[in-house]
Structures are given as structure tokens and as C-alpha cells.
């Protein structure tokens, strides 16, 4: 299998029961329905997935169910990022034993915005984790450090084992190009994060992929590949027709992802464990009006309601 990460990599959100406990089932069919529109891979756990609301053990079933129903089809990556480079290690390795070759791991604030600090912080991961490729996600202020696309060069130079960055601070633009004109010769690629609000931009850069809610998966991977079969007129339309979907999904996050997928037909509840805003009527009655305006780019494949 091509392990490399190029494309649509959902960030797959956690499903809960009724009761509050985690869904592998409902989690199942959103790994399906994400297989199913042609991602490129598939991301687990990120802060898309309300890791901070897990616990070890939860994220390890889900991650199981994700790698079961994948099957070595597509990538994994696995999010690993911790409150220490020990923790961290700590989760890469579980990954390693599930078969993953791909952890996403940004340093925590408290390692500060030092290169040489956040450098030793990575090193100590790929020393303990040998083989592991390592994902360096640079979230935006206040959840990530925002680092410098200098400082971001000066660590993945030094650490063969980060083979990817996913650069999403804001704007994400600049950053990209200056990571990649200065990037090693091991550096894969540049991911973009945002939600896909600002994909195109990104890939314009030379962005190899994009890392969005998994909510519209299969609108992002035909934009996707009417990008790279040079339709840049095509990629640019379905952007302009989901971006009001995608300005409401920044507000409301995971609940937004979870109603839409209600709404798809995967899951049967938006549950969240994380302090996200609620939906009331008005904003369902909004997002039904926007999906409805997509609805011939939609598609929700019987098997990600029969997966699990």
C-alpha cells in the first residue's frame, strides 16, 4: 500500500451513545463512509475528535475499530500529541503495535516556541518510537504555540522522523511556501488544517493534502481531484459552494460535524463531550438549508450505514 499522505485526511470525530459512552459502531460507519468518497487517509484522534475528553483507553478502542474497518486500505494516522514527549512516545507506540506507520503530534505550549526546545521535545519521540513518521501539526493561538515557519524548519531539519508538517495558523498561506522552499530533502509534504477553509489557497502553495472535518469528505476529494487534474476552475466552485457550510462548522465544530452526519444518515445522535455551543433550532433549520443547496454533491453510501 502507498503509505503516503497525500489528498483528503479526514479528522474523524468521536461518536457517542446515548448513554455517554463511546460508540465503536457509530465509529465504524463514519471510518466507512470516509473510505467509502475516496479518502486519501484518515486521522484519529485530533482535536476535531475531542481528545482532551478521552481517555487512553477510549481512544485506543476507537483507533482499533478505525484500523479494523480501514484494513490497509489507506493511511492512519494516529494523534498523539501529550503534555510530555514520555506520553507521547507512549501513544506513537500503541500506534506502532496497531500496525500504524503515522503519528500527528503537536508539542505542548508548555515546551515553549524555542526550536531548541520544540526540536528536543520531537527527538526524544522518534528515539524512543524508532521507524515512526512523525506529522508536526502547528496549531494557531490559543490551542497550539503558533510557531514560526523558521523555528518549524529549524526542527524538521534536525529529525529525520518528521516526515510531514500540517501547518494551519493563520494566515497559512506564507507559512507553506516558506516551509517548503526550505524544507529537507525528507520532508514528504505540507498539510493544510483550517477545516478546508482555506484549501485552495493552500494547495495553490503546494500543499500535498488538506486535513478537514470528515463531515463533506467526499465534496473535498472531488475537489481535491479536479485540483490535481489541473480543473483549478472546478476545484475553486465547489469550494464556493460548501465554504457557508464550512463558516458555520468553525463556529460550532464537532457538533456541527456530528449533526451533518445525523443528517447523512452515519451517525444517530451529535453528542459532545466537549464545551462546544449548542445547536438550536435556528442553526439546524440553517445547516439543513445549506446541505439541501449541495445536495447533488453529496452521497451517503449504504455501506457507511452497514459498516460494524
Not at 11 to 40: K, N, Q
Not at 135 to 155: E, F
Not at 222 to 242: K, N, P, V
Request: some cysteine; glycine content about 8%; charged content about 20%.
Amino acid at each position: 500500500m502507498d503509505m503516503t499522505l497525500n489528498g483528503i485526511l479526514p479528522v474523524l470525530p468521536t461518536p457517542f451513545s446515548a448513554a455517554g459512552t463511546v460508540d465503536p459502531a457509530a465509529m465504524a460507519r463514519i471510518t466507512a463512509f470516509a473510505c467509502d468518497v475516496g479518502a486519501a487517509g484518515v486521522v484519529f484522534p485530533g482535536f476535531a475528535s475531542e481528545v482532551d475528553n478521552l481517555t487512553a483507553e477510549e481512544r485506543e478502542t476507537l483507533l482499533r475499530e478505525i484500523v479494523r474497518v480501514v484494513a490497509g486500505r489507506i493511511p492512519v494516522v494516529a494523534g498523539a500529541s501529550a503534555p510530555s514527549a514520555d506520553e507521547a512516545a507512549g501513544h506513537a507506540r500503541r500506534a506502532r503495535e496497531l500496525g500504524i506507520t503515522h503519528v500527528m503530534i503537536q508539542a505542548p505550549k508548555s515546551v515553549g516556541i524555542d526550536g531548541a526546545a520544540v526540536a528536543a521535545f520531537y527527538r526524544a519521540i522518534s528515539d524512543a518510537v524508532p521507524g515512526i513518521e512523525i506529522v508536526l501539526q502547528n496549531a494557531p493561538a490559543p490551542r497550539g504555540s503558533d510557531l514560526k515557519p523558521d523555528v518549524i524548519l529549524q526542527i524538521v531539519n534536525g529529525n529525520p522522523a518528521i516526515t510531514y508538517v500540517k501547518e494551519e495558523t493563520l494566515p497559512s498561506g506564507g507559512p507553506i511556501s516558506t516551509i517548503l522552499k526550505g524544507a529537507p530533502a525528507h520532508l514528504k509534504g505540507v498539510l493544510g488544517g483550517g477545516g478546508a477553509r482555506y484549501i485552495v489557497e493552500e494547495y495553490v502553495r503546494g500543499a500535498c493534502g488538506a486535513m478537514p472535518a470528515v463531515e463533506i469528505t467526499d465534496v473535498h476529494v472531488a475537489l481535491d481531484r479536479a485540483f490535481r487534474a489541473g480543473d483549478l476552475a472546478t476545484a475553486r466552485e465547489l469550494y464556493r459552494r460548501t465554504l457557508p457550510l464550512l463558516v458555520i462548522q468553525a463556529n460550532f465544530r464537532m457538533a456541527f460535524t456530528k449533526y451533518v452526519l445525523t443528517q447523512r444518515g452515519i451517525l444517530h445522535n451529535h453528542l459532545c463531550r466537549a464545551p462546544v455551543p449548542p445547536l438550536d433550532e435556528v442553526d439546524c433549520a440553517e445547516i439543513d438549508a445549506w446541505l439541501a443547496s449541495v445536495a447533488d454533491l453529496l452521497a451517503a453510501p449504504a455501506a457507511a450505514r452497514k459498516a460494524g
